[in-house]
């Protein structure tokens, strides 16, 4: 019953180094969604997508790029990290579409990646 | 774009006394939801409310979809200190037969008074 599932955990990077942070989840949900979490700020999205092969801009796009080749699979990728990406990063997956009163476009959240830049 | 205000942005809290915060917002919505995040996990969802004036309980925890659909509260009663995280409000639009995204308040942090 794993739900959402973020890969790595923790990482430290450089300044200009690329990664990418993976997310999965097992419930075959149609949308899936990277978030940052900075202190203060809340929850700002990043990506989103609404279905696989598509990827679309949030509140705060710059500096990153997303793909989604398979339905299950949502990753985030820094190309140049920057210490200003240094946060908290949330994967997150909903249905996408309202199937009943019991069914909402709630989100389920991973874990979380904590990524730090130096 | 669309913004929350969330209040209190912290409070502490000792065990038993009762917790109220809440949400506004520039526009409306259609759906209000609220959120626990534990230290080190994800938030995970408390209530969701779909309609405007709905009073929804999940035990010791009571919230409301305000009438004019641009507010909404959360009240936890006789706190215990399993209580302390951070709690967030979320609002969301649907069009149609999909969902906009959601919109979350910048979170309420509850703390155990020293």
């Known amino acids: 019953n794993a739900g959402v599932t973020q890969t790595p955990k923790f990482r430290v990077l450089k300044t200009g180094q690329s990664m990418t942070l993976l997310c999965a989840q097992d419930?075959?949900?149609?949308?899936m969604y990277w978030y940052r979490q900075d202190p203060g700020m809340g929850l700002r999205l990043i990506h989103y997508?609404?279905?696989?092969?598509?990827?679309a801009k949030g509140e705060v796009p710059d500096g990153y790029n997303v793909s989604r080749l398979k339905k299950q699979n949502f990753l985030l990728g820094l190309e140049s990290a920057a210490p200003s990406q240094t946060s908290v990063y949330f994967c997150?997956?909903?249905?996408?579409?309202?199937?009943?009163?019991?069914?909402?476009?709630?989100?389920?959240f991973g874990e979380g990646s904590r990524l730090t830049v130096l | 774009g669309q913004q929350l205000n969330q209040s209190p942005q912290s409070m502490f809290i000792q065990e038993g006394e009762d917790v109220s915060m809440n949400c506004t917002s520039s526009?409306?919505?259609?759906?209000w939801l609220w959120y626990k995040q534990d230290p080190g996990e994800g938030p995970v969802l408390l209530i969701a409310?779909?309609?405007?004036?709905e009073l929804t309980s999940n035990g010791r925890l009571t919230a409301q979809f305000g009438i004019t659909r641009k507010d909404s509260f959360l009240n936890i009663s006789a706190s215990i200190p399993s209580d302390v995280g951070i709690y967030f409000c979320a609002g969301q639009l649907f069009y149609g037969g999909s969902q906009g995204n959601l919109i979350f308040g910048k979170g309420t942090k509850l703390s155990v008074k020293p």
């Open positions: 997150a997956s909903s249905y996408g579409v309202r199937m009943s009163l019991l069914n909402t476009g709630e989100l389920f």
């Open positions: 419930m075959n949900h149609e949308y």
């Open positions: 526009s409306i919505f259609n759906t």
């Open positions: 997508s609404v279905g696989e092969g598509t990827t």
């Open positions: 409310l779909y309609k405007a004036g």
